[in-house]
């Protein structure tokens, strides 16, 4: 099984900075895409960044020059550094990572997401 926990939200000044961390452990094999997704509420998730596993990176509008995605392959472990925090960021940021599982002699495909952490952004 492969787990991720999830950490660094709270409450920040708007201007302030964050940094979310999410760690995947367990019988991995290999990780794949990895990706951040924040849902306010009354609103729909959505994707806030991406990364590949050779480190490409997309991002949403609303958070270019802002955020930055980032990985770290040794420790399976993807990073959201957000700068320039808005209230507007306020949300729950989820991590989604997906990959390859091994299931005793067998590897296969999974895809999680995190538990979500809680970013308040307010004065």
């Known amino acids: 099984q492969v787990q991720l926990v999830e950490s660094g939200g709270g409450l920040v000044q708007p201007g302030g900075s964050l940094r979310l961390s999410c760690a995947a452990s367990?019988?991995?094999?290999?990780?794949?895409?990895m990706a951040w997704y924040r849902q306010a509420p009354g609103k729909q998730r959505e994707l806030v960044a991406g990364?590949?596993?050779?480190?490409?990176?997309n991002y949403a509008d609303s958070v270019k020059g802002r955020f930055t995605i980032s990985r770290d392959n040794a420790k399976n472990t993807v990073y959201l550094q957000m700068n320039s925090l808005k209230p507007a960021d306020t949300a729950v940021y989820y991590c989604?990572?997906?990959?390859?599982?091994?299931?005793?002699?067998?590897?296969?495909?999974?895809?999680?997401w995190g538990q979500g952490t809680l970013v308040t952004v307010s004065s």
């Open positions: 367990g019988s991995i094999f290999r990780i794949n895409d």
């Open positions: 990364i590949t596993r050779d480190s490409s990176t």
């Open positions: 989604n990572v997906n990959g390859r599982q091994a299931i005793g002699y067998d590897v296969r495909y999974f895809e999680l």
